[in-house]
């Protein structure tokens, strides 16, 4: 578990560590302090990435936004990435898919009942679901295609593949490595799967005959941006399809386990359930079957649950791994150019000097406080900050909000077989988003809704 190895060293040596990881020299930033110094002061120097072994199979040779290391490349594709694919308007046009698939996901989960259902596989669809239709046009989860495209499989492989802490990422002069681990073939396997589908959404989104959509998809808005050709880099169809995949994986998991994590932690602290329940309760008008997106700025309570569960469990503990551009200084240390850095988002949200009792689920602590999760403010950095921070932030953060509202209000919680909370199993598995080790199963009473919908 390597947020809990790097807990224990920074715990022993400080918050600024040099670790000589095989062949990969290493530093690991854990205080808000000089979180702020590498994001902020050092934006420029730390703005490229590593190019490991996992994310140059999977992402067609790091040219997705992710991946991409700095340079104008990467600066025209984030460029498209805000203007375009996850703008204000363009994230509020989809309103009307997330409010479908949260109506699909309600209904899933009621119809588990009186049985147990299993929260985070019904979060994993309904995140899936939203993503595939704001990228592709369509979902998957229907009709048995998961299986049929490997779907299931594969995001499961992809969460584990880029960890990012194999043992061959840190010996790149030794490929083989990744040959006797086995980690090569999986990779191709599962880069193969997913570029078969994405060619077959690329020829579909081509056909002319194709029934255009009243919202443009992703890939259209894509295609748009490539016929334009006003680009000082023309984007080639990999290209396309790179920075597809990349909305698609960074926007799925992170949301699922977000809510994963925050609805684990109500299930642990009733009070604040009741509380954010009795809100959502009472601010919907009565005899509304749902929660729709125009009645979230109410939910005043609600956000600051997602903003605690945020700084509990950030879905990305390490953010994404940065590398430096340059030599540069933190703290007194020369950091040499083509180091790799990890900021340590999770120990930060901990950190006992910021926040007080900070191992409790306490959503009261941002109410007199301005502090909030857009890379303002170091000690809180679920997104991370800078100039590689984040662009989705919006999109994510209404992915949650909206099926948070509606798990509250549509079902009371339990946990199965008069298990006490107690016995909530938090463990956690490490991967580049950070789920709970084992599922979230719990039972679900319906609250004021139809069972015949
Ligand atoms: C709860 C939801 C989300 C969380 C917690 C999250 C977290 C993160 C983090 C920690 C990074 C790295 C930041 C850094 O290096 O400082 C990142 C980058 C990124 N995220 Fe998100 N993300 C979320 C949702 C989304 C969504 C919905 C999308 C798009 C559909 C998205 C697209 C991206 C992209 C493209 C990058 C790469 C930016 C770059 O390197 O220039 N994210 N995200």
Redesign the pocket.
Same mark, same amino acid.
């Given at each position: 578990m390597p947020h809990l190895a790097l807990r224990s060293l920074a715990q022993k040596y400080g918050p600024i560590l040099f670790l000589q990881l095989g062949e990969i020299p290493t530093v690991v930033v854990s205080s808000a302090r000089l979180a702020k110094e590498a994001?902020k002061t050092h934006d420029l120097a730390l703005s490229s990435?590593p190019q490991i072994f996992s994310a140059k199979h999977l992402f067609y040779n790091c040219t997705d936004?992710?991946f991409s290391p700095y340079g104008a490349y990467?600066r025209q594709i984030?460029k498209i990435?805000i203007l375009e694919l996850?703008s204000a308007k363009r994230v509020q046009s989809y309103s009307f898919v997330r409010e479908q698939e949260v109506a699909r996901l309600v209904r899933r989960v009621a119809e588990s009942y009186p049985g147990t259902t299993n929260l985070s596989k019904m979060l994993a669809l309904y995140s899936n679901d939203v993503?595939c239709r704001v990228a592709f046009g369509r979902d998957f989860s229907g009709g048995g295609e998961y299986d049929k495209h490997g779907f299931q499989k594969m995001l499961e492989e992809y969460q584990e593949l880029l960890g990012g802490f194999s043992l061959g990422d840190f010996f790149p002069s030794m490929e083989f490595i990744h040959s006797l681990t086995g980690m090569k073939s999986r990779l191709q396997r599962t880069f193969r799967s997913f570029n078969r589908l994405f060619d077959q959404m690329v020829t579909e989104h081509l056909n002319p005959m194709r029934e255009k959509e009243e919202h443009k998809d992703l890939v259209d808005v894509l295609l748009d941006v490539q016929k334009e050709g006003s680009l000082e880099m023309p984007l080639t169809m990999d290209n396309v399809k790179a920075i597809i995949l990349?909305?698609f994986l960074? $926007?799925t998991d992170? @949301?699922a386990v @977000?809510l994963e994590w925050i609805m684990a932690e109500l299930m642990m602290n009733p009070k604040v359930m009741r509380k954010a329940q009795d809100e959502v309760r009472s601010v919907i008008s009565k005899g509304k079957e749902k929660v729709e997106e125009s009645d979230l700025p109410k939910l005043t309570y609600l956000k600051l649950v997602i903003k605690e569960g945020?700084r509990l469990h950030?879905?990305?503990p390490l953010?994404?791994p940065?590398e430096t551009t340059e030599r540069c200084e933190i703290e007194g240390y020369q950091i040499a150019a083509k180091t790799r850095v990890f900021v340590n988002?999770k120990l930060i949200g901990k950190d006992p000097k910021y926040w007080e009792d900070p191992n409790e689920f306490k959503p009261e602590r941002f109410m007199e406080s301005s502090v909030d999760y857009r890379g303002q403010h170091y000690e809180l950095l679920?997104? /991370? $900050? /800078?100039r590689? $921070?984040?662009? $989705?932030?919006n999109? /994510?953060?209404l992915?949650?909000e909206i099926v948070l509202a509606n798990l509250l209000y549509c079902f009371d919680w339990q946990l199965p077989n008069g298990m006490k909370t107690q016995d909530l199993d938090m463990e956690e598995a490490f991967g580049i988003s950070m789920h709970k080790k084992l599922p979230l199963c719990l039972v679900a009473t319906p609250f004021g809704i139809s069972m015949n919908d």
């Open positions: 994001l990435r936004v992710v990467w984030r990435c996850l993503l990349d909305m960074a $926007g992170t @949301s @977000s945020f950030p879905p990305a953010l994404v940065r988002a679920p997104f /991370g $900050g /800078g590689r $921070g984040c662009p $989705g932030i999109f /994510g953060v992915l949650i």
